[in-house]
């Protein structure tokens, strides 16, 4: 009997900050029951990523601004998505963008990306300045030519006091402790075009790897 290795997989790693608006409820059932509260059971969002520190292979992904248009028409876990992918030409190269194409689409393993990456076909690849301004719950986006997010604090409906909630999943595989609040965003590319307003967003920081 011949013993054969697996194919060796390239290593990545990648640290940072995401922006999770979509358009469940704020506080997004998916974390919990798996499903959609949105209106019509779609998960519908746009996700934008600053990597602060990591590799991919030999790559440094440090500095890399992304962002990803998603549309499911049901559950994530039911499939049949479309992504539209987004890097900022300015901080991110094509070396890099190589790289993301292989982490976000599942072929380099690694969560969240092993699984996500089942759940949709890839629509396509923009290039486009990816401006973030973060101050927490209350952090905008913007996506030259593509499109716009911007999150706010939930708050007390008895006395319109700020009202900071977390949501922590110790064993999350996109994030472990999200602060939530309530967002808006829209965004078109490639074919997809989403909207919503009052709905789901998250603040995360997030540690990925294979």
């Known amino acids: 009997m011949t013993v054969t290795d697996a194919a060796p997989t390239t290593a ?3 640290k940072g900050v995401g922006y999770e608006f979509c358009n469940c409820q704020p506080g997004c059932t998916c974390n919990f029951s798996g499903y959609p509260s949105s209106s019509d059971g779609s998960c519908r969002a746009l996700v934008v990523n600053r990597v602060s520190e ?4 030999d ?12 549309d499911w028409p049901k559950a994530i876990h039911d499939g049949g998505g479309r992504a539209v992918f987004v890097v900022d030409p300015a901080n991110t190269s094509q070396e890099q963008t190589e790289c993301l194409a292989q982490i976000c689409t599942g072929q380099l393993g690694g969560m969240p990306w092993e699984i996500l990456g089942t759940t949709y ?6 290039q486009a300045s990816i ?8 952090s905008t986006v913007t996506i030259d030519g593509v499109g716009t997010a911007t999150g706010r604090t939930l708050r ?3 006395t319109d006091e700020p009202h900071e909630a977390h949501i922590v999943l110790p064993e999350g595989f996109i994030w472990s402790d999200g602060l939530c609040g309530v967002g808006g965003f829209e965004a078109a ?7 919503s307003q009052d709905s789901n967003w998250i603040h995360y920081d997030y540690d990925w790897h294979n």
């Open 121 to 126: 076909s890839v629509a396509g690849l923009v």
């Open 12 to 14: 990545w790693a990648m």
């Open 54 to 57: 990591g590799h991919c292979g």
């Open 131 to 138: 401006l973030i301004e973060d101050a927490g719950v209350e």
């Open 156 to 158: 007390n409906p008895v």
């Open 189 to 195: 590319a490639e074919g997809v075009s989403l909207s």
């Open 59 to 70: 790559v440094d992904m440090a500095g890399v601004t992304c962002a990803a248009i998603l």
